[in-house]
Every structure is written in C-alpha cells, then in structure tokens.
C-alpha cells in the first residue's frame, strides 16, 4: 500500500521538473512567443495577450511587443575579393542533363 502514494509523489515531482525547466529558464522571444500563439497560449503570454482569441492576432502582437533580432547585415557589403557566382553548368548537345541514366523498374 505504501508503494502507490510514493509512485504518485514521484510522477507529480518528475512532472513539474520538467515544466519548470520548460516554462522558467528560457527567455521570452518573438519566436517562443509565436510558437506560443500558435499553441492557443495568449493568455499565458502576458496582459497584453489576454483579450486576443485568433493565432493570427496574436502573431502580429508578438512582433509589437518581442520585437525580432535579425542576424542579417542589411547595409554589409561582400568583400571586393570574393569571387563572381560560378555559371550554370552547360547542357550537353543532346539536351539531356549530364548524369546517371534513368533506372527503369
């Protein structure tokens, strides 16, 4: 009889490690947030969540409030060393494609 409560506390125990470690030590981002909308998870996302009903709504409000980090220079140049992009492979003249042949089954 006393192995059934202590099965009990253990899976209560191992089931809010893991929701802890899941909802507290990660930072709330513009990505985390639209994966929450997606989830139907405004009203865990804070007060500016609460009256929003639809993923689409509360995707545009993730972008308002978790504004996004690019990790892409916009104004960056490409090196001047940096070699021209390399030309397509030509065809061969009888218009197939260079390769294996077909495996017929």
């Known amino acids: 009889m006393r192995l059934l409560p202590a099965a009990l506390a253990w899976a209560a125990l191992a089931g809010g490690a893991g929701a802890a470690r899941v909802l507290g030590h990660h930072p709330m981002d513009n990505h985390r ?3 929450t909308c997606q ?13 929003i009903r639809h ?3 509360c995707v545009k409000k993730c972008d308002d409030v978790y504004p996004s980090s690019s990790l892409v220079q916009l104004g960056a140049a490409p090196p001047a060393s940096m070699p021209a992009a390399a030309a397509p492979p030509a065809q061969p003249k009888g218009g197939a494609p ?8």
């Open 33 to 35: 947030c639209k994966v």
């Open 39 to 51: 989830r139907f998870g405004m009203k865990a996302l804070g007060p500016a969540f609460v009256k």
């Open 55 to 57: 993923p689409n709504e």
């Open 98 to 105: 260079a390769g294996a042949a077909p495996v017929r089954r």
